[in-house]
């Protein structure tokens, strides 16, 4: 069953790390927020004996994590291209009119966001002023830059800035935090989400987004660390994945969007219609667009992206506004209020595949 490979032990208290070491086990990370580890176990007799032990509830892999797959529709390529969407006159994205119906009274400020994923691009002209920090929990020495492009295009529609140039993002005074947990090519590890979760929560964060694809089964120890910032008061908002099918059969929701206590999200065209990608399923909380979306990208461009990752970043953007009109609002009752201002779509009523319906400001 095990390798050689790091694995998570969960225990009823407090982690036995005497105990693990005493077997030869490497201790690799230890939880600030549950007691739980990740040690690296010499052969699987030593697994066998820690079995043994009354105390742990938990022993399993440390599983590899990836972004779901995504569309990229169009990138603007060339150096001369970026400049010339900078040179021009700023675009609102329809994505973007679409969710904030309008009102631009709000603007997110002061309120934290922590995008999980492969880094954000750290001078990016439309995203420069908006980022306020970050952690690069794949190589800690280095800053939490983006070389893939994706953590970049979300950042963007969470908080591309107003500033007459390139796009702008639904809170545009939003402050932003790169928090890298997947490396260039969109992949990384459970333990990897984990620490990226958890300095979140060190950190204070308001919101935490993760466009992250796991499976189906839920890992024990993830779901304890979504559950403990959601009880700290922070909102954890997840892409529901892109293995759905074109007639919606199934529960394809992936984790960690499965957890209950994070925000599932569906994605929508331009048409209001689920994307035929968009993973279905009773996880589903509410639906954004996620089809053509047009945000920031790596080395200072520009791309259009499809997929559930896009329509997650709406709704954190989103909840950045209402966190700033609602300050005081428990997880429970802004999720409430999210839910209670979408608009339903076919068929009537909440659904396994757009939840509440598309998400409004």
Known sequence: ????????????????????????????????????????????????????????????????????????????????????????????????????????????????????????????????????GGVNIVTPSQPPKDVNGHGTHIAGVIGAINNSIGVVGIAPKVSLYAIKVLNSQGSGSLTDLIKGIEWGIANRMHILNISISGGKNIPPALSRVVNEATKRGIFVVAAAGNSGTPSGQGDTVEIPARIPSAIAVAALDRNNKRGNYSATGPSIDIAAPGTEILSTYSQKRYATLTGTSMAAAHVSGVLALMRQAYPHLSVKKMKSLLQSRAIDLPPKGFDRYTGAGLVQL
């Open 1 to 132: 069953m095990f390798g050689k490979q790091p694995l998570t032990l969960i225990y009823r208290s407090f982690p036995k790390l005497d105990r693990i070491r005493a077997f030869g086990g490497k201790i690799m990370y230890v939880s600030k927020y549950s007691p739980t580890v990740i040690a690296s176990l010499s052969n699987k007799k030593v697994i066998e004996r820690l079995k043994k032990d009354p105390d742990l509830l938990y022993i399993g892999q440390n599983h590899r994590l990836q972004l779901p797959f995504y569309r990229i529709e169009r990138v603007t390529t060339s150096q001369r291209n970026s400049q010339k969407m900078l040179a021009s006159k700023q675009v609102i994205p329809w994505n973007i009119l679409r969710v904030i119906n309008g009102k631009r009274s709000l603007t997110g400020r002061s309120v934290r966001v922590g995008v999980i994923d492969t880094g954000i691009d750290l001078t990016h002209p439309d995203l420069v002023a908006n980022i306020k």
